[in-house]
């Protein structure tokens, strides 16, 4: 399973930060009606994103009536068969079901569930269905069970109307120790050679620390390579393996791999596509070969992983990308359906951390460029094809998205010049414009010691959703607006664009003079007054701006339940109370939704549980909730229970950090808890791991008070 499902990420692009409330009351405006910081809605004319009207490629949600499961990790047809699907979920189900859009049920193909370990990145992983399937009805899948965390692949027979699987079929063909529940590997597909391919990745933790990727000798960190069209209890090895002769394990095609989650056979050519996920910089894509040594751990992408390491004999991969824009990459398909003639040939892939669709394609050099399609809008845990070469793309929560053709629209990216987006003063650039909304949130987000002003610009006669759980649903072509400021000065603002089919956010950097800022499309790492800041690419925004965090993040009842001085009449009133009056809702609040408060985590007025699960909420809970861009079952939402969050003094799934009987929230213990001693680090292993260079003092105070002060779970 791709390597963030372990992890917390950073928002980079959070409609969320702290400040600019005030306590003094606001006057009475009279009739009952509580008081209002302003009078009336601001006609915003300017600010207001572009909406698509269609690219070349758009994702379009499938089987939407069927029953929702979550850990979708692979979707299949079987050979030369479009009637059926096969959805393959890491719990250890296999569902089947009509390959129809309307299609409401499916039924369980194979339940395996009593002997998969579903936990973090181990599960059911892969399923491959027999080349000649529709007459021997084999097939085959492999998991990660047992109590000492093994692999296996597996070999079943469907019964003889292929509806289900034969009872007493199950062949084991092959077992593998795991010294670690991470990097399991997962992919097994037949190639064009009748063979059966396998994934492994190198065991896990981190850095391959039994250098399991280098040792001929380990099966571990490799592509396998085995016959097993005999249908016996064993498999053969095929002639031409690297090593069938000798010199290493017969059975590897391939090694130097960490984590081989996805890799794909382009259906015209038979190359082998591979993404290997990367450790602390760098997301690959290879094209496999009989015997390649694909580097690691001596590299990782084309850089030397270890120091100083000697390239000679490693195989470079076709295309790289850092941690800038992703961390953890998701291997697709290249592109050989008839729908889309404008994508043929060309690599499709995305990355489980910034959820965006990807392609790659050649230029004139025969060097592979890499363009943005869409976002994935949640996290993308694998690729399907189907038996027309049409591609789907599977977020981990259940969702299935469909590569389509769509009409071409105009560019919805906004002006380069900050002064020329229409959503700030057109006389000075560092003042919103005059149809912006101002707005704060109780608890903000960690963002190195920057403080932090928010602005909404929604467009005229559109109003606001709110959702049962508090959340606001903004109307297409509205704009967040941010901007970060250090000792007075401001050096980044942000926009977060609805631009319809999805939000995106873009980065501007202020320039020296102060007169105005200048997009920033690449992710960039600079000076800001003595220390590190990250300018973040639309790639590292769409990490935590998915479906699960609706997308705007901090705006929600709780979060703007508090007072704020309105700058343009200098009334102090509650905000909630305020947009209600100027009408922003499509419904006026309940008094259950009136009263939805998220604490102020640096308020004393609170508890300490309250304080902590407050800060949890707004610095973790965007990824670590129910389809979130992560696959362990953590949920640190404030309206979570502690004992249902999955983190009380239960054992860490990323790694115990060299921890005795670690956990990750250790009753009592913060020297045990991993929760708090990822706060306090600034190395590979840090918690958040991106666009954050400073530990937040305060906040891993509060934390391990928290973890101090809890005796139990309950």
Not at 207 to 235: C, F, M, W
Not at 385 to 395: C, F, V
Not at 412 to 418: I, Q, W
């Amino acid at each position: 399973m791709p390597k963030l499902t372990l992890i917390w990420f950073s928002i980079v692009l959070a409609a969320c930060g702290g400040g600019g409330g005030s306590n003094s009351p606001a006057p009475d405006p009279g009739n009952g009606a509580p008081p209002s910081g302003l009078a009336e809605r601001p006609n915003n004319s300017s600010c207001i994103a572009k909406v698509s009207s269609g690219d070349a490629v758009a994702l379009q949600t499938v089987f939407s009536s069927l029953p929702s499961n979550n850990a979708l990790v692979g979707l299949y047809q079987a050979p030369n068969s479009s009637e059926w699907f096969y959805a393959v979920h890491q719990s250890g189900h296999i569902y089947r079901f009509a390959n129809q859009a309307n299609v409401s049920n499916k039924t369980v193909f194979l339940d395996v569930t009593q002997r998969v370990d579903f936990d973090g990145e181990s599960g059911l992983l892969g399923l491959a269905f027999d080349p000649d399937y529709a007459n021997n009805r084999r097939f085959y899948i492999y998991y990660t069970g047992g109590d000492d965390l093994t692999s296996y692949l597996e070999r079943y027979t469907a019964s003889s109307d292929f509806a289900s699987v034969e009872s007493q079929s199950r062949t084991v063909l092959l077992t593998l120790d795991q010294p670690y529940g991470n990097h399991n590997g997962g992919q097994i597909a037949f190639g064009p050679d009748g063979y059966l391919y396998i994934g492994l990745g190198d065991g896990g933790f981190a850095g391959d620390p039994h250098e399991n990727g280098q040792n001929l000798n380990a099966l571990l960190g490799k592509v396998l390579r085995i016959d097993v069209r005999n249908g016996g209890t064993s498999y053969q090895i095929p002639v031409d393996n690297p090593f069938a002769s000798g010199g290493g394990r017969a059975e590897i095609f391939a090694y130097g791999l960490r984590n081989p989650w996805r890799f794909s056979f382009d259906r015209a050519t038979g190359r082998l596509w591979l993404a290997d996920v990367g450790q602390n910089l760098w997301e690959e894509i290879n094209i496999v070969e009989n015997g390649d040594n694909l580097g690691w751990n001596l590299t990782e992408g084309d850089h030397c992983y270890t120091p100083n390491c000697d390239k000679t004999g490693l195989k470079a991969p076709v295309y790289e990308y850092s941690h800038d824009d992703g961390c953890s990459v998701t291997g697709g398909f290249v592109y050989r359906g008839s729908a889309i003639a404008g994508l043929q040939g060309q690599y499709l892939f995305s990355d489980f951390c910034s959820a965006t669709l990807w392609r790659l394609q050649q230029n004139d050099q025969q060097q592979w460029q890499r363009f943005t399609i869409a976002p994935a809008g949640g996290p993308p845990a694998a690729f399907a094809e189907d038996s027309q070469g049409e591609i789907y793309l599977l977020i981990y929560n259940g969702t299935i998205k469909k590569l389509v053709a769509a009409g071409s629209g105009e560019s919805v990216t906004p002006a380069e010049k900050l002064s020329e987006t229409g959503c700030v003063s057109a006389v000075d650039p560092k003042q919103p414009a005059s149809g912006l909304i101002p707005y704060t949130i109780n608890s903000p987000f960690w963002s190195d010691g920057a403080e932090k002003t928010r602005y909404l610009g929604l467009p005229n006669n559109t109003t606001i959703t709110v959702q049962n759980n508090g959340d606001l649903l903004l109307p297409a072509g509205s704009v967040l607006v941010k901007n970060f400021s250090l000792a007075g000065t401001v050096f980044e603002t942000r926009l977060l664009m609805h631009h319809g089919s999805h939000w995106q956010g873009y980065s501007y950097r202020w320039q020296s003079d102060g007169l105005d800022a200048i997009r920033q499309d690449s992710a960039l790492v600079a000076d800001v007054q003595g220390q590190q800041w990250l300018f973040p690419s639309a790639a590292q925004c769409q990490a935590c701006h998915t479906d699960a965090a609706n997308d705007s993040l901090g705006l929600t009842l709780g979060q703007l339940n508090k007072s704020l001085l309105y700058p343009s009449t200098q009334i102090n009133a509650n905000q909630l109370d305020t947009w209600q009056h100027i009408a922003l809702f499509s419904s006026p609040l309940s008094a259950s939704q009136r009263q939805q408060l998220l604490p102020d985590y640096r308020d004393g007025q609170y508890s300490l549980s309250q304080r902590a699960r407050a800060y949890l909420d707004s610095n973790c809970a965007h990824c670590h909730q129910p389809g979130g861009p992560t696959s362990v079952a953590i949920d640190l939402r404030y309206a979570t229970a502690l004992s249902a969050t999955g983190i009380c003094d239960q054992p860490p799934q990323a790694g115990d950090l060299g921890i005795a009987n670690a956990r990750i929230l250790a009753p009592g213990a913060p020297e045990r808890s991993t929760l708090w001693q990822r706060m306090q680090r600034l190395d590979q292993f840090r918690m958040p791991p991106l666009s954050s260079f400073q530990v937040d003092q305060q906040g891993a105070g509060l934390i391990r008070d928290f973890i101090v002060n809890t005796a139990n779970c309950s």
